[in-house]
């Protein structure tokens, strides 16, 4: 049986790569720099700053990068507590299921602290979680395997007994490097791009995989 669940959190819990667009969207427009949506598809699982350094550096204009995240972040922490945020498909009942199992369920993602913290308040399901690594726990992140390490050694297991469910070619490409089964989910990544990061299975919503027995065959 499934040990535990390692989650990713934008675009794989919480519908929240659109709020991300618009955030960037946002600050960018604030410096001067245009975007566009394959750019912001694009770095779906990876991090701001190098994001912003190339943007900037595309379009010759001078840039702090840490602090073009800063602004980012504050614009989309806005936008949190302004709107909500909307649980991707199924989600709810996955986590209710692992719940349920006593199954551990823990967060893994590239987001800040108190980003995290923030979007899943703002989701309803900041309870539902056993635990979570975020970008300060760790000095590198997605797509090094690291985080996914440390979440399988705070729940003193093997990263092998974890599924992890994702939703970027970085986070796969973690999650398989750490060790674990790894699902990946469709969404504004096509799925040939998650199998080609070295997603295990690949499937086109959360819904359905409530059936944890069934989730734990799919990926054996």
Aim: with cysteine; proline share 5%.
């Amino acid at each position: 049986m499934i040990a535990a669940l390692l989650l990713d959190m934008d675009g794989t819990l919480v519908d929240s790569e659109p709020v991300h667009f618009q955030a960037h969207q946002r600050f960018l427009a604030t410096v001067g720099v245009h975007v566009t949506e394959a750019d912001l598809v694009g770095n779906i699982g990876k991090g701001d700053q190098t994001f912003y350094a190339d943007l900037a550096r595309r379009a010759d204009v001078p840039c702090d990068p840490a602090a073009w995240v800063r602004g980012k972040t504050a614009m989309l922490m806005q936008l949190y507590q302004e709107k909500g945020l909307a649980l991707r498909p199924g989600a709810k009942d996955l986590l209710d299921a692992a719940i349920q199992a006593a199954i551990p369920r823990m967060l893994v993602t590239n987001s800040e602290c108190a980003v995290a913290i923030l979007a899943l308040n703002a989701a309803g399901i900041a309870h539902q979680l056993t635990g979570r690594v975020c970008w300060e726990d760790t000095p590198v992140h997605k797509p090094d395997p690291m985080p996914y390490r440390l979440a399988a050694s705070r729940l003193a297991l093997p990263a092998s007994a974890c599924i992890a469910i994702e939703d970027s070619p970085s986070g796969v490409r973690a999650a398989v490097a750490a060790g674990c089964r790894t699902l990946a989910v469709v969404g504004l990544v096509p799925e040939a791009d998650l199998r080609a990061a070295g997603a295990h299975r690949v499937v086109n919503s959360l819904a359905g995989l409530a059936d944890l027995a069934a989730l734990d065959r799919l990926l054996s």
